[in-house]
DNA sequence: CGATCATTTGAGTCTGCTCAACTAGCGTGG
DNA sequence: CCACGCTAGTTGAGCAGACTCAAATGATCG
């Protein structure tokens, strides 16, 4: 409970057609016609670190795909404490849950600058009944969510923290080996493995020590991958 | 690695149209003419405790409704221990993931005696082209699925082994609250809720002492539900 | 420059892990 | 029928990793 909302700007309707990103998105092999089924506006949204897409327990009246930056999604357990159970990034859908019409699951947070597609849930559904293509895509969101899920549970929740944390960086890093990690501060850090966030400060010291990882500047982070790759495995 | 497969004996057809509990499945609201769809046999099956309804890798033709019992969503990690990410009780559905051409996730074994159904990829998918309503349902499912695995992160998987255990009672409890708990040993425990076996076995016993829980038969639990209401948020 | 917040570091405690021994139940084969 | 071996579960002892509480340092922003 560290940060207040920060409303999203609304930048404008977005141009679906000339998607710079269509490949990814959900809405990536629709064909010409389909377009015209689109009856309500596709806004865009830039989001601030720390502004919030969504809350747990709204009503929603609409999914998110990620265009760029990265999300948390936040669950907040009865004790107080709260728990991060997903991270979305480029090409990712929030929200699915509204689909199926339930309140969101959880508190969705971006904690990069992130931009954002908003899509009425009226637009999806609509398409999603008249093209076979968009009900495809839709199945697969959900495949890599649950697949997310289970990846999380497994391989961040599971082993001691200096496992989990390399588990993490190699992640974070996968799809962009030559780029440097952005994280978003210890706490954060914590959440996300299941683990206090001193034992995080802590562990991610003893990787700077060790030359697995360098902080080049606060929360930026160069990995050494072969390196992280050992210690997520053995040690 | 403990068990051998055992292959389930193949029952025969069903009869999804008289299905008893048809209320709870994915075919659920199918109406008359969509029956007409289903083109290939959809087989009945019962499994033996420790028997597998599919493997981990393998390319699945199919997904299985479970008609009764408990099976369990088990992931091999790559040190070779095991853990069990989901349960999957009456009305769930199993290896979603084939209808987005996956391959099988987990390795899905059966802990009681189990009664499943077989319904082939190909008749879900023609279905779902053709019926909204089975469509509808099908995200349900991917919905239910995902919703179990954050459950399992932040309820099973946070907190101390007491606070676990007690946890795991009440979700098994939940749905019949005055029949026993069955459970099928202190291995499966551990892999459950991310413990040592040692650890279940001490806890388990440390809550009989407690009389939070009676085991009348091994494996089989009377739980004391505010008991381990008060556990599993507080102590 | 002071206030606030994030992070680091320290010290002590406790939970859970590991290794290991021991018990109980059960089926098999002599 | 009993001895054996196998499996599952229990229990103990010692150790280590992570938590908690607390204090110190550093960074940022009015």
Redesign the pocket.
């Known amino acids: 409970m560290?940060?207040s909302r920060i409303d999203a700007a609304r930048l404008g309707t977005a141009q679906c057609r000339s998607c710079a990103i269509r490949d990814l998105v959900l809405f990536g092999d629709l064909q010409e016609g389909d377009f015209d089924l689109i009856h309500l506006p596709i806004d865009e949204l830039r989001l601030a670190p720390g502004a919030a897409l969504y809350h747990a327990g709204e009503e929603g009246s609409a999914l998110f795909t990620i265009r760029s930056g990265l999300v948390k999604l936040v669950q907040f357990l009865p004790d107080g404490t709260q728990r991060i159970v997903r991270l979305l990034r480029r090409g990712a859908v929030a929200g699915l849950e509204v689909m199926v019409g339930r309140p969101y699951e959880h508190t969705a947070i971006a904690l990069q600058e992130v931009e954002a597609c908003r899509l009425p849930r009226e637009v999806v559904e609509r398409l999603s009944r008249e093209t076979p293509r968009l009900h495809g895509r839709l199945m697969e969101r959900w495949y890599q969510s649950l697949h997310q899920a289970d990846e999380w549970l497994t391989e961040l929740s599971t082993?001691?923290?200096?496992?989990?944390l390399a588990r993490l960086f190699l992640k974070l890093a996968a799809d962009a080996p030559d780029e440097p990690v952005l994280l978003?501060?210890?706490?954060d850090l914590?959440a996300m493995l299941?683990?206090?966030?001193?034992?995080?400060?802590?562990?991610?010291?003893e990787f700077k020590r060790s030359r697995l990882v360098r902080?080049t500047a606060?929360?930026v982070f160069l990995c050494d991958l072969p390196a992280l790759e050992a210690v997520a495995t053995e040690g």
Do not use: L
Not at 159 to 164: D, E, I, K, Q, W
Not at 194 to 205: H, N
């Open positions: 560290r940060r082993g001691s923290a200096r496992r989990r978003s501060g210890r706490e914590g299941g683990i206090g966030m001193e034992t995080a400060s802590r562990t991610v010291a902080e606060p929360n």
